[in-house]
């Protein structure tokens, strides 16, 4: 019984002396997300503001990790007045889904950049994506994370409106089915 007991107490400190993942909170105060879409003609720019989340990291890399969008929060920043239309069901329906979510399931650090693997949730709609990080140990209780030009396709979260892949006679009112997204996280110990 003794022996048994001290089987278990050496593996539990292993475990807990060889797992050093480090929880960090996202700071949303200094996180942001920035969105592009384009349309035939133009298109429109805006910000989502990160709820909250927790990056996870490990020997100075980011190993896993989590965050919720507030999809209210979103903002057409050269249109203001299209604010209200993004959030309703043309688009992403906000007061029925007022949060969307980013799981990351594998990083790769085998190279200077990382490449972020997740699960991105908006709509009730999971879609695996994938994406070079900048990543920066700002001191040892702090990191940041930077991502640019994220290729989204919305008729992956089903959103529809105006798609010329859909819709045939849209002409120059179409909007393109691919936007972007450029997320910059800072998160602390």
């Known amino acids: 019984m003794k022996r048994t007991s001290l089987i278990l107490a050496f593996i539990c400190f292993l475990t807990v002396a060889f797992a050093q993942k480090n929880n960090y909170a996202i700071d949303t105060k200094s996180s942001i997300i920035k969105w592009d879409a384009k349309k035939v003609i133009g298109g429109h720019v805006g910000t989502i503001q990160i709820n909250n989340g927790t990056l996870q990291v490990e020997k100075s890399k980011i190993v896993g990790g989590e965050f919720i969008i507030n999809m209210n ?40 950049t990382p490449t972020i693997t997740g699960n991105l949730t908006i709509k009730n709609k999971t879609k695996s994506i994938s994406f070079p990080a900048k990543i920066t140990n700002t001191s040892g209780n702090s990191i940041e994370a930077e991502a640019s030009r994220i290729k989204i396709n919305r008729l992956d979260f089903d959103i529809q409106y105006r798609s010329a892949s859909l819709f045939s006679d849209l002409g120059n009112r179409a909007i393109e089915d691919e936007f972007t997204l450029d997320v910059k996280i800072k998160a602390t110990k």
Do not use: G, R
């Open 73 to 112: 929060s979103m903002t057409c920043t050269d249109a203001p007045k299209l604010d209200d239309h993004l959030k309703n069901e043309d688009f992403f329906n906000v007061p029925a889904y007022p949060t969307a979510k980013f799981v990351i399931t594998k990083v790769d650090n085998s190279k200077t």
